[in-house]
């Protein structure tokens, strides 16, 4: 059974910093690509980051120059290091892993809150 675990959300003062975390099991973890979605109240799940499975990386405009996506493979775990947050990035973060080889997979986690509030 597949499983995507978030963890790391909270509440964070405009300016501070979260890093989120996805544990996977189930998956031949490397061979995954693993994203990092957002959904806000009222709007779409929109992609904030992706990591490849030979660590190319991809960023939302809105999280280039503050998110930083990593992967440890032996952990089979994926990280978001969120600097400098905004009220606007609060959302409930979802962790999600995709193949294309081999047949086609696509699991999604159940998602982590992240609140950027004074």
């Known amino acids: 059974q597949v499983q995507l675990v978030e963890s790391g959300g909270g509440l964070v003062q405009p300016g501070g910093s979260l890093r989120l975390s996805c544990a996977a099991s189930?998956?031949?973890?490397?061979?995954?690509?693993m994203d990092w979605y957002r959904q806000a109240p009222g709007k779409q799940r929109e992609l904030v980051a992706a990591?490849?499975?030979?660590?190319?990386?991809n960023y939302a405009d809105s999280a280039k120059g503050r998110f930083t996506i990593s992967r440890d493979n032996a952990k089979n775990t994926v990280f978001l290091q969120m600097d400098s947050l905004k009220p606007e990035d609060t959302a409930v973060y979802y962790c999600?892993?995709?193949?294309?080889?081999?047949?086609?997979?696509?699991?999604w986690g159940q998602g982590t809150q992240v609140t950027v509030s004074s």
């Open positions: 999600r892993a995709q193949k294309w080889s081999v047949g086609r997979g696509d699991y």
């Open positions: 990591i490849t499975s030979v660590d190319s990386t």
């Open positions: 189930g998956i031949i973890f490397n061979i995954y690509t």
